[in-house]
């Protein structure tokens, strides 16, 4: 429906449901909800989304808040206030968030910026400038160019611990690789890095640094391997 006023259109936002196995149109929306398989292969505005399940979006997505229960893949680019990922996430271009959080995986072809973004499970990420992260390992995680106020990189979880994965065979290494890394508070266990710049960092047990530059603070744990270290 459209509405006319002094010359202006004004399309009004309606809910869009998809339940089953289908394709869902995009363009403007109030509430998305999708609940099955859908296919969107349009660019979706929407002031929420929600997918209990697997989507596949041919374009771009805008919404205020988006959860993701399953797995979604984005073709274009994702703007949201907050991002919820239990599942997978994957985006071919860009995120811009204030929060994210993830319990599962994340991937990102492009640039991730955001406020803050929590992660217990793994990152897949070519650039994140963020204010703050907090990640729990869980296997492989790869950052080309990491950038943020705060850092906390913890390697291992109460699965890993677990007797339970001692006995299971099942072969996970929790481990950040990244060639730089930024901030002004590091803290970090079980991350490969080639360099790491900050004021007051801490490198963790497990941790593999090629370069550390630092202004305020440098604490190295014994377990860990920092080839270079200059104060600056």
């Not at 440098?218 to 104060?231: F, P, S, T």
Request: with cysteine; glycine share 12%; hydrophobic share 35%.
């Amino acid at each position: 429906m459209e509405h006319r006023t002094g010359g202006t259109q004004h399309k009004e936002r309606k809910d869009r449901q998809l339940s089953g196995i289908g394709v869902l149109k995009g363009g403007l929306a109030r509430k998305t909800k999708i609940d099955g398989v859908a296919s969107v292969r349009e660019d979706l505005d929407s002031e929420s989304l929600v997918v209990n399940g697997t989507a596949d979006f041919k374009g771009s997505i805008k919404a205020e808040t988006i959860d993701i229960n399953g797995m979604a893949g984005v073709a274009g680019q994702l703007v949201t206030e907050l991002c919820l990922v239990n599942g997978k996430l994957s985006v071919e271009e860009s995120i811009l968030a204030r929060e994210i959080k993830v319990n599962g995986g994340l991937k990102v072809h492009g640039s991730c910026k955001s406020e803050r973004l929590i992660c217990e499970g793994k990152l897949k990420l070519d650039v994140l400038s963020t204010g703050e992260l907090r990640l729990k390992l869980e296997g492989k995680s790869i950052i080309r160019e990491l950038t943020a106020s705060r850092i906390e990189v913890v390697g291992e979880s109460d699965w890993s611990r677990s007797m339970w994965h001692k006995l299971l065979p099942i072969s996970t290494e929790n481990r950040l690789s990244a060639q730089t890394i930024k901030g002004d508070d590091i803290y970090m266990e079980r991350t490969t890095a080639g360099i790491v710049r900050g004021a007051r960092v801490v490198i963790g047990d497990g941790c593999e640094v090629g370069l550390v530059e630092y202004s305020g603070e440098l604490d190295v744990h014994r377990g860990a391997v920092v080839r270079e270290q200059r104060r600056v």
